[in-house]
């Protein structure tokens, strides 16, 4: 069974930081490209950031360059999103995905909460 467990969201300042934790199994993890998804309340689901399994590339989208950083643990099918300087409108679930491609998720976690409060 393939399984995506995101964990370390919660409740942080403007400024604050999070480390996300996703813990994958079922599947070949370092075979697969592994990425972020957030969806704020009301908004639709947007990409994050995602890094590949062949290289390592990494690839951000603008509101979070310089602030988040992705990371992969291919030893202990482990990813990470390390977010800095959060800001209210980084607000939303997120959710790590595992994938062909940065914009083909296949396999989708469950999601966990972000709240930045201003």
């Known amino acids: 069974e393939v399984q995506l467990q995101a964990s370390g969201g919660g409740l942080v300042q403007t400024g604050g930081s999070l480390r996300l934790s996703c813990a994958a199994s079922?599947?070949?993890?370092?075979?697969?490209?592994v990425g972020w998804f957030r969806q704020a309340p009301g908004k639709e689901r947007e990409g994050v950031s995602c890094?590949?399994?062949?290289?390592?590339?990494?690839y951000y989208k603008d509101f979070v360059k310089g602030r988040f950083t992705i990371s992969r643990d291919n030893a202990n099918n482990t990813m990470y999103l390390q977010m800095n300087n959060l800001k209210p409108e980084d607000t939303a679930v997120y959710y790590c995905?595992?994938?062909?491609?940065?914009?083909?998720?296949?396999?989708w976690g469950q999601g966990t909460l972000v709240t930045v409060s201003s």
């Open positions: 079922g599947f070949t993890f370092d075979d697969y490209v």
């Open positions: 995905t595992a994938g062909p491609s940065c914009n083909g998720a296949e396999f």
């Open positions: 890094m590949t399994s062949t290289d390592g590339t990494t």
